[in-house]
């Protein structure tokens, strides 16, 4: 089983819309992200959770909201869906604290939403 | 100006070519460089990572680091179909506070 699930995979949705994306891990990490990929963009960083009671913004969090139900879930909501809101959606996790490939983060599948 | 630049490219070669990714950057706290490996409709996996400067080698793939011009490479030897993807550099401060992506390349191995 994959160490890093995120669902929906595919999602169609209209504006005005909520919406959540739910992620879930089993690596047992503290630290969680969630990014959007953009064609020449790359991976923005959307919000980042250092552990359950810390949330913090990233570079693009207007529009987004966030919550980490644990140390295993951490869910994206868009409030109130827009089409410039179509993208890839990535979840991450990582662990400061272990050896080796410390500063590694461990990407899910994504999910690809799109904004009508 | 963007704290990582990266060619998007893309980047079409023929089989056994090597190949050589590019970044820039402007934030001299970063300490780790890394290059990740994302085909498509996966997520990004870690392919190297690198501590400061200098260079590190695995198998066909050579990273290298220039701190003191900013700028961070990749190389693929005898590149295959299978390499493929696009790839991402990828940077880190001490502690792994912020990290930040660049833009990402697509590389195109023709058989």
């Known amino acids: 089983d994959a160490d890093v699930t995120q669902t929906p995979r595919n999602r169609i949705t209209k504006t005005g819309k909520r919406i959540m994306l739910e992620c879930s891990q089993t690596?047992?990490?503290?630290?969680m992200y969630w990014y959007r990929q953009d064609p020449g963009l790359g991976l923005r960083l959307i919000y980042y959770?250092?552990?359950?009671?810390?949330?913090n913004k990233g570079e693009i969090s207007d529009g987004y909201s966030v919550s980490r139900q644990a140390q295993a879930k951490f869910s994206l909501s868009l409030e109130s869906a827009i089409p410039n809101q179509t993208a890839l959606y990535f979840c991450?996790?990582?662990?400061?604290?272990?050896?080796?490939?410390?500063?590694?983060?461990?990407f899910g599948p994504g999910t690809r939403l799109t904004v009508t | 100006q963007k704290e990582v630049e990266q060619d998007p490219g893309p980047l079409s070669v023929p089989e056994g070519a090597i190949v050589s990714l590019n970044c820039t950057y402007s934030?001299?706290?970063?300490?780790?460089f890394m290059w990740y490996r994302q085909y498509s409709r996966k997520g990004p996996e870690l392919l190297m990572y690198?501590?400061?400067?200098g260079n590190k080698e695995d198998g066909r793939f050579t990273a290298q680091v220039d701190k003191s011009s900013k700028y961070i490479s990749l190389f693929i030897r005898d590149s295959q179909p299978s390499d493929s993807a696009t790839y991402l550099c990828?940077?880190?401060?001490?502690?792994?506070?912020?990290?930040?992506f660049g833009a990402g390349t697509r590389l195109f191995v023709k058989a």
């Open positions: 991450a996790t990582s662990d400061p604290t272990g050896t080796g490939k410390t500063y590694e983060q461990y």
């Open positions: 690596k047992g990490h503290d630290r």
């Open positions: 959770s250092f552990d359950v009671k810390d949330i």
């Open positions: 934030n001299s706290a970063f300490q780790y």
């Open positions: 690198t501590y400061s400067s």
């Open positions: 990828a940077m880190s401060d001490t502690g792994g506070f912020k990290t930040i």
